[in-house]
């Protein structure tokens, strides 16, 4: 069973930024196809980013241009550079695999003010 920890999130104004991290227990993280998901109050959780185990990346269209997904293999390890933040993106930001999924994390709550 892997296990997901979630950090970075916070709060911040409109128009800024904010660089969430999430680390991973196990010895075959290079293996996976991993996510970024988010839930708002009131919606369900959706794809925010994805990225291969080879490292091809593919973005929701609302963040397109904004937010970045990385990986470090080395450090079992998966980012999201969130840059322009909007009152929309207020969330909770969960990191998973792209199939079979793990337990869901506590993951981290953004919250972008106007």
């Known amino acids: 069973q892997v296990q997901f920890v979630e950090s970075g999130g916070g709060l911040v104004q409109a128009g800024g930024s904010l660089r969430l991290s999430c680390a991973a227990s196990?010895?075959?993280?290079?293996?996976?196809?991993l996510g970024w998901y988010r839930q708002a109050p009131g919606k369900q959780r959706e794809l925010v980013a994805g990225?291969?185990?080879?490292?091809?990346?593919n973005y929701a269209d609302s963040v397109k241009g904004r937010f970045t997904i990385s990986r470090d293999n080395a450090k079992n390890t998966v980012y999201l550079q969130m840059n322009s933040l909007k009152p929309e993106d207020t969330a909770v930001y969960y990191c998973?695999?792209?199939?079979?999924?793990?337990?869901w994390g506590q993951g981290t709550q953004v919250i972008v003010s106007s």
């Open positions: 990225i291969s185990s080879g490292g091809r990346t």
């Open positions: 998973n695999k792209r199939s079979s999924y793990e337990e």
């Open positions: 196990g010895s075959t993280f290079r293996l996976f196809a």
